[in-house]
């Protein structure tokens, strides 16, 4: 009986020092690496949540590859909404500093994207709240970069940078117009 006693206290014993070892990596890979999100809204349809509310799409985010700010144009990302610091949004990277940008609704037809900043939208430009709401969005606002769709299992992919069609920052003979 001694002897179930004593091993049961060892295994509480590990169990309880595996958890207070677990916690904090855990915290620290959410934190510093990647975590999961639900994206929820019309904002980025129809390449997230196509099936509408019906169906939230799951995509996972990598905090370390935009640990130094880099992104690059077509990234979807997670930024903190520079409208209401305790929401984070999620829209498609479509000019960086010192792009010129030809708006879809913002006080200015045309805007070059400051330095430090970089230009966001959604995908269904009638149902989002993006840069075309706000202006250009400062890099130290960036969370994340959605790398990957988790969820639902037949949607799993990993998500490439592209731009939609007509989208993206302007060419010289277009900026002459």
Not at 84 to 112: A, H, M, S
Not at 132 to 138: A, D, L
């Amino acid at each position: 009986m001694a002897q179930q006693a004593a091993a049961g206290r060892r295994y509480l014993r590990a169990f309880v020092s595996g958890f207070f070892v677990a916690v904090p990596v855990t915290v620290t890979v959410l934190d510093r690496v990647a975590y999961v999100a639900r994206v929820e809204g019309a904002s980025m349809q129809p390449f997230l949540n196509p099936e509408g509310v019906s169906e939230c799409d799951v995509v996972l985010l990598n905090r370390w590859s935009v640990r130094n700010y880099q992104v690059q144009r077509g990234d979807i990302v997670s930024v903190v909404s520079p409208k209401n610091p305790q929401q984070k949004i999620i829209k498609r990277v479509i000019g960086l500093e010192g792009d010129f940008i030809r708006t879809l609704g913002y006080k200015n037809r045309f805007v070059r994207v400051p330095d430090g900043h970089f230009w966001i939208e959604g995908d269904h430009h009638g149902h989002s709240l993006d840069s075309n709401s706000f202006g250009p969005v400062s890099v130290g606002l960036l969370h994340g970069r959605a790398s990957h769709i988790i969820w639902p299992p037949n949607r799993w992919q990993r998500i490439k940078p592209s731009l939609p069609p007509n989208r993206g920052p302007l060419d010289g003979d277009e900026e002459e117009r």
